[in-house]
């Protein structure tokens, strides 16, 4: 019976501990989950680097390292940065330029390059190779180099960069010569040894100080050009502004002489009805309803308001107001007068069609008005 019961406790046991160990299991799991997703962030919509920009990271153009395997002159090596997403060859043909401009300073503008495996990781090699001449070329042509291709450096860079290039190279080939003939023409003993290549190198000399003339004639009528073309775009900049500060002025000037007219206008009303009030008569007397807007003077007074007469200010003339009765759409016209009785010139008001509706500005006494002025309650205008 004894034995019987460990029995059953070991094989109650088992299952515990299997339950155990999977727990622990999927515990570790989900801590190593968190820590590699806290170490390696998602990071979504981010563009990718383009070709050119991942080209532009590269090396310069290296002599090749090792001297077994360069079996011409010319042989260099570039290494570029590598996304998997591009293949090696989308970024090669923007790693070319620095090769190309590399073979136009060696007088080799045909040139061939050959993928290699580059050292460090994410990075691609390109090896360069610049023929100096035809064994070169058969040795490119007969060697097996695993996915060799040939460029050129008319097809990578622009005429104007490679038109610069090409000059520099003239430039420093006759820099070279010109040293060279200048040291044999100036040794005496090497002079009379070998005449005919000092005679050579004499004409040599002259034909390059001819070269360098022109050069720098051609570069200083270039300088002179681009000045002149600079002078000519300041001139016509400076025109341009000119002929915007005019027309500015003239606008000015327009606006100016319509408000000088409108004043003389509006001056030459004020005086004529300040002429039609000086000869009518200056006490409160009733107006008569003017059948036209026309500014026809008015004399001031207090006549009592009927229900006929004007139904905007614009029946009555300018310096004239249409006064209504609260809730009504006709008045009489009035003139216009400040807290001294002096006549204002006032213009129209555009509400003045509408029927009157009691405001907070009218007059319920007569203190609410000036010395001399009652208030009208059933219009709410201070009158006299």
């Not at 920009?53 to 011409?72: G, R, T």
């Not at 004409?203 to 720098?216: K, P, Y």
């Not at 270039?222 to 000119?242: L, S, W």
């Amino acid at each position: 019976m004894a034995q019987k019961t460990r029995t059953r406790d070991q094989t109650m046991e088992q299952p515990i501990r299997g339950v155990c160990l999977a727990l622990l299991c999927l515990a570790a799991c989900a801590s190593t989950r968190d820590d590699e997703v806290g170490q390696k962030p998602i990071r979504r919509r981010v563009r990718p680097p383009s070709p050119q920009a991942l080209a532009q990271q590269c090396d310069k153009p290296m002599p090749f390292p090792e001297e077994d395997l360069k079996p011409m002159p010319y042989t260099y090596v570039i290494t570029c940065p590598l996304l998997p997403m591009y293949r090696w060859q989308d970024v090669a043909k923007f790693a070319l330029v620095p090769a190309a401009r590399l073979a136009v300073l060696l007088e080799s503008e045909a040139f061939f390059a050959a993928p290699q495996r580059a050292s460090r990781p994410n990075h691609f090699g390109l090896v360069l190779y610049y023929p100096s001449d035809d064994v070169d070329r058969g040795w490119l042509r007969h060697e097996p180099v695993s996915g060799l291709f040939a460029a050129a450096a008319d097809q990578i860079l622009s005429p104007d960069e490679l038109h610069a290039l090409r000059e520099k190279v003239a430039i420093r080939n006759e820099d070279l010569a010109y040293e060279e003939c200048r040291a044999l023409v100036l040794d005496i003993n090497k002079a009379t040894q070998n005449p005919q290549r000092a005679q050579a190198c004499t004409n040599a000399m002259a034909a390059i100080d001819r070269a360098r003339s022109v050069r720098q004639q051609t570069r200083l009528l270039q300088q002179q050009a681009e000045f002149a073309e600079r002078q000519r775009e300041e001139m016509k900049r400076m025109e341009e502004e000119n002929e915007a500060r005019q027309q500015e002025e003239e606008t000015r000037e327009r606006r100016r002489r319509i408000l000088r007219a409108i004043g003389a206008g509006l001056s030459a009303i004020g005086n004529a009805a300040s002429a039609g009030a000086q000869a009518g008569n200056t006490t409160a007397s009733t107006t008569q309803p003017v059948p036209t807007p026309t500014p026809m003077p008015l004399p001031q007074g207090a006549p009592p308001l009927t229900s006929s007469g004007c139904s905007s200010d614009f029946d009555c003339g300018i310096g004239n107001r249409c006064v209504k009765p609260n809730f009504s759409s006709q008045g009489t016209c009035m003139r216009l007068v400040n807290e001294y009785g002096e006549p204002t010139y006032d213009l129209p008001r555009i509400n003045s069609v509408s029927p009157k509706v009691p405001s907070r500005h009218d007059c319920k006494f007569s203190t609410d008005c000036p010395i001399g002025f009652r208030c009208d309650t059933n219009s709410g205008a201070c009158i006299r």
